[in-house]
């Protein structure tokens, strides 16, 4: 408290504020569940988790910063848990509290007042406590007074009685009740439950004990000539201390600083602890933020002294750097502490308070080193329990975060825990690591054990839909049903979280191909009386899910009836219950499958009217841009490729910078190819062009080249196609189709060979050095060995083609692991082969070889099978 600062501690306030650093009202409160939320719009139910399992790490790591007497940071941590969409009610009512612990822990007494306001639970007795503390803060001595005696310390939850006994403790000094106040202070210490709020507390009491009393310049007088007659003795240096409390109390904090450093001159402090007492009070008189106070608690950590009081003046360095994120100077003073040649009394301190420094400036890998040396030289040391949390958020904050590593941390630090919601809060959160990192299998068994430990009531409901999103994520959709079927049932369970994994459930089924069982699933539940009490918002989604299921199930008849019942259903819903913006989406979306729908039953006029209405209603919306690209796909499936180009032109004049745009361009262009005349490849070549100019950076551009170069084939313009292949091959030299531009480039090459021998050259070597790439498709690879043998004929090496065609079929065919490899274009390559090769054994009167070779079509199941058939056939009959 500042009003304790000023008579017990040093000059930056601190007070009660050093009691909070420690987090005095953190273990009591409950741990209560955040935000599960889950996304509705996709189905991918990872993303909101991940900000729920973060918000929950996220309080974690401010609980831990207030425990180990980092206020500053908790209090940031806690206000952005508190902004969080994700926060829970009533996880939002601890988290005001504990913000307002951290706010009076950095003494933020205003702001502290402000978070409390919002607490709803004012006749309780954590917030009365905190009241008490405010008040006295701003000087009500009489309202914190009044607040205790109403509130008997056994009302006060054990964990935040330190806190009680320390009110007192103040309002009896302040009432001259030195005694009083000596012992409730030694209760608040006794009080504490960390190694951090006893060692504030000896320095609340180091300082108590010297001088308690009322500061005025008759007691200096009479201390100074007390200590001039024992000077150089122990009653001396007894003496020097309290003289020097009494002239810092007075405004003198110069002259008592210089006292102090005058006493560590006397070779006789060194007896017993003195010269440490008159360092740390050095320190707390000078201040730990200036070079005196830093060197004085320094100095005391160097030296071979009493462990209790460096313990105090670590933590004041430490709370100091932090604070104000000036870390050098103390890391640099640690670093000399641990690694000197003998080890230090406080080292697994040493060791934990340099990874949060490092921490705090974002070195994670010294961080986990410095908690990992902590773990492996002190097993036993108290800190373990904290050295494993830090581990298990380093692992968490990872880029990209080690979920697994984390989970491992989290399983140590629960076999150090007694039984308890503590120890249950880590199985969930070691579940979510799992969960997180995919490992949807023993997430579930993760989860399944937290349920275990889980106590009963509403809290379990969180974790029990957790664990179906995780059979969910394995695939295991039959035990999803079961697990889902069985809690529908349970009395308390949370409806509304079974209606999102429901969503989840169905989105999962869906995309798996398992359409019809997903629509057998909606279907049920939606027709259940208790979806009726699920929020709108969600029922409209499951609504829209449902009409879309029916589309792709084929079952057409019912989707233009599903839909209308979802338009019926926003109609009837009062504007507040529906988000506009949402509201907006579900009518757009639900008119295009309408549509989408009527086209599927050949009711094209139908649907046209409803496309009409989605672009009247809401235009230049997805489902409007999509529409046009429904409306032409008709189209070009009833040959009606004019009507098609047409309405895919119209999508990227009306809606240039949709994604659909770009695709809009290139199925314009494959209609106007499909007419199959010059004119129209003209046009075609004109679209694709507009495609490469408008969207360079998309990633159709590669392949509209692509169809340039094979439509300037088509119309003769064979330079103007090898230089387009050519622009392919040297600009996307890393492009996984770059071999299809280096096979069509030879393609090329052979068309104009009739006029250039040089070109049949080139192409030859180009098919050759195709076959031999290991990285190439065997499709493609088949492929060029089929042109590379053709292209041998054409320069009249017969036997050399042969050899290429016998070399393809034994190393891509014969082969039973490259067949298993051949893909349908690669299957019709090798037909074709076989085909040639069988009619250069026929050339060759070699009609064995032939008949074998023609088999080989059905023995392998390739395209082309009656025509070898009848070849072989034909070796039967009676030559004429």
């Known amino acids: 408290m500042q009003r304790f600062a000023q008579k017990h ?21 409950a741990s209560t569940g955040v935000g599960q939320e889950i996304p509705l719009a996709n189905g991918d139910f990872d993303t909101q988790r991940t900000e729920r399992i973060s918000l929950g790490w996220k309080l974690g790591a401010a609980r831990d910063a207030l425990e180990g007497g980092f206020p500053d940071l908790a209090a940031s941590l806690y206000r952005e848990a508190l902004e969080s969409p994700s926060i829970e009610p009533e996880a939002r009512q601890e988290v005001i509290l504990l913000l307002t612990s951290a706010l009076i822990g950095v003494t933020r007494f205003e702001e502290a007042g402000e978070i409390l306001d919002l607490y709803e639970g004012k006749g309780e007795a954590t917030y009365r406590l905190r009241a008490a503390i405010l ?4 000087g009500d001595s009489a309202a914190t007074g009044q607040i205790l005696q109403n509130l008997p310390v056994e009302q006060v939850d054990p964990s935040e009685r330190a806190w009680h006994y320390l009110l007192n403790g103040l ?22 439950l960390t190694s951090a709020q006893r060692t504030r507390f000896d320095e609340i009491l180091f300082r108590n004990r010297l001088f308690s009393g009322q500061a005025t310049e008759d007691l200096a007088t009479d201390l100074r000539s007390n200590l001039e007659a024992n000077l150089g003795r122990r009653e001396g240096f007894q003496y020097a201390q309290v003289y020097a409390v009494v002239l810092d109390e007075l405004g003198r904090k110069g002259e008592a600083a210089d006292l102090l450093e005058e006493l560590l001159r006397f070779e006789s402090i060194k007896e017993g602890d003195l010269e440490d007492q008159v360092l740390l009070l050095l320190g707390l008189i000078a201040g730990e933020t200036t070079p005196r106070g830093k060197k004085a608690l320094g100095d005391l950590l160097g030296k071979d002294g009493n462990p209790e009081l460096q313990r105090a003046a670590l933590h004041l360095l430490v709370r100091q750097a932090l604070d104000t994120s000036q870390t050098e100077d103390v890391g640099a003073l640690l670093n000399d502490l641990i690694d000197r040649p003998t080890n230090h009394p406080l080292l697994d301190e040493l060791y934990f308070l340099r990874a949060n420094l490092e921490l705090s400036n974002n070195r994670m890998n010294q961080a ?47 076999a150090l825990l007694p039984d308890g919601p503590n120890k249950a809060r880590l199985a969930t959160l070691m579940a979510d690591c799992y969960f997180l990192n995919r490992d949807y299998e023993n997430a579930t068994d993760a989860y399944a054990a937290a349920l275990q430990e889980a106590p009963d009531g509403g809290s379990r409901s969180p974790i029990h839909y957790q664990r179906v999103l995780s059979e969910i994520g394995a695939g295991d959709f039959s035990a ?48 259940e009386r208790e979806s009726t ?99 032409a796909r008709h189209y070009a499936s009833v040959n009606r490729t004019v009507e098609a180009q047409q309405r895919l032109i119209d999508l990227a004049d009306d809606a240039p910078d949709s994604e659909y745009a770009p695709v809009a361009l290139w199925e314009a262009a494959h209609n106007a190819e499909q007419r199959g005349i010059a004119t129209t490849y003209q046009d075609a070549l004109g679209i694709l062009e507009r495609l490469v100019r408008v969207y360079p950076d998309h990633e159709l551009v590669y392949y509209a080249r692509l169809k340039q ?16 292949y050519e622009l392919l091959i040297n600009q996307f030299p ?41 990285n190439l498709p065997v499709d493609l690879r088949v492929e060029a060995g089929f042109k590379w043998g053709f292209a041998e004929e054409k320069r009249g090496r017969g036997d050399l083609a042969q050899g290429v065609y016998t070399m393809i079929l034994n190393r891509f065919l014969k082969d039973s692991q490259a067949a298993a490899s051949l893909g349908a274009r690669g299957r019709y390559w090798q037909a074709r082969l076989i085909f040639k090769l069988g009619e250069i054994f026929e050339g060759q009167k070699r009609y064995e070889e032939a008949r074998e070779t023609y088999a080989l079509v059905s023995a392998y199941g390739l395209p082309g099978q009656s025509l070898a058939e009848a070849k072989i056939e034909r070796f039967s009959q009676p030559r004429n």
């Not at 309002?171 to 504490?192: C, I, K, P, V």
């Not at 913006?581 to 009217?609: C, K």
């Not at 050259?761 to 050095?769: G, H, N, P, S, V």
Request: net charge negative; charged share 25%.
């Open 9 to 29: 501690s040093s000059p930056r306030p601190t007070g009660v504020v050093a009691i909070l650093i420690f987090g005095l009202l953190l273990p009591g409160i």
């Open 135 to 138: 008040a006295y803060e701003s």
């Open 171 to 192: 309002l009896a000094s302040d009432q001259q009740n030195f005694e009083l106040a000596e012992s409730y202070f030694q209760q608040a210490r006794q009080s504490g």
């Open 368 to 414: 986990e080193a410095d908690a990992s040396s902590l773990l492996a030289l002190f097993p036993g040391s108290p800190l373990s329990k904290s050295a494993l949390r830090l581990l298990a958020y380093i692992s968490w904050n990872r880029e990209p975060p080690r979920y697994r590593m984390a989970a491992g941390y989290l399983s140590q630090l629960r």
């Open 480 to 527: 999803a049903v079961a697990r889902l079927d069985e809690a529908a049932g349970e009395e308390g369970a949370d409806p509304l979280l079974r209606w999102r994994a429901e969503w989840n459930l169905v989105s999962k089924m869906k995309a798996a191909g398992q359409i019809d069982e997903a629509f057998e699933r909606l279907r049920v539940l939606l027709s």
């Open 533 to 631: 009490a699920v929020p709108t918002e969600l029922r409209l989604r499951l609504m829209w899910l449902y009409a879309q299921l029916s589309l792709e199930a084929r079952r057409l008849g019912d989707t233009p009836e599903l839909c209308q019942r979802i338009i019926a259903t926003l109609d009837q819903s009062e504007g507040d219950t529906v988000e506009e913006s949402l509201r907006d989406q579900l009518v757009s979306r639900t008119l295009l499958l309408q549509g989408q729908a009527y086209f599927a039953l050949g009711l094209i006029e139908q649907g046209l009217a409803i496309f009409r209405q989605l672009g009247d209603g809401y235009p230049g919306t997805e489902p409007h841009i999509l529409s046009y690209l429904i409306e």
């Open 709 to 724: 170069a094979d439509l300037s084939r088509e119309l003769n313009a064979f330079g103007d196609a090898l230089n387009i």
């Open 734 to 774: 890393e492009h996984p189709d770059r071999f299809r531009a280096e096979i069509s480039r030879a393609d090329c090459l052979l068309a104009q060979a009739s006029r250039n021998t040089a070109r049949l050259d080139e192409a030859i070597a180009t098919l050759q050095r195709l076959v031999d790439l290991s």
